[in-house]
């Protein structure tokens, strides 16, 4: 098993930067790749970001491409979200997730641990 923990979330102005966390414990954190996803109210849960376990390749969906970063640190078992240039659109649930493989996949069903999830607001 393994526990996600998200932080960093919170309410910031348009243009503003966050930086989401997640820390993971329960079993080793090798070979296993990460994600980010979110959820806004009345939508489905969607990709935002992935990365490898040895942290080489990343993946973003187009709408955070070039906004956002992913990274993580094996030695504190923590994945990060950096998030700049905040559009009100970006409001939602943000979820940490794991899968146990060393591929990037942008699909919800592949992922096999979930954190609770840590609210992000944008305004105006």
């Known amino acids: 098993q393994v526990q996600l923990v998200e932080s960093g979330g919170g309410l910031v102005q348009a243009g503003a930067s966050l930086r989401l966390s997640c820390a993971a414990s329960?079993?080793?954190?090798?070979?296993?790749?990460m994600g980010w996803f979110r959820q806004a109210p009345g939508k489905e849960r969607e990709f935002v970001a992935a990365?490898?376990?040895?942290?080489?390749?990343?993946y973003y969906a187009d709408s955070v491409k070039g906004r956002f970063t992913i990274s993580r640190d094996n030695a504190k078992n923590t994945v990060y979200l950096q998030m700049n240039s905040l559009k009100p659109e970006d409001t939602a649930v943000y979820y940490c997730?794991?899968?146990?493989?060393?591929?990037?996949?942008?699909?919800?069903?592949?992922?096999?641990?979930w954190g609770q999830g840590t609210q992000v607001t944008v305004s105006s």
């Open positions: 990365i490898t376990w040895s942290g080489g390749s990343t």
């Open positions: 329960g079993r080793t954190f090798r070979n296993t790749a």
């Open positions: 997730a794991a899968r146990n493989g060393l591929g990037i996949v942008a699909t919800t069903t592949r992922y096999d641990y």
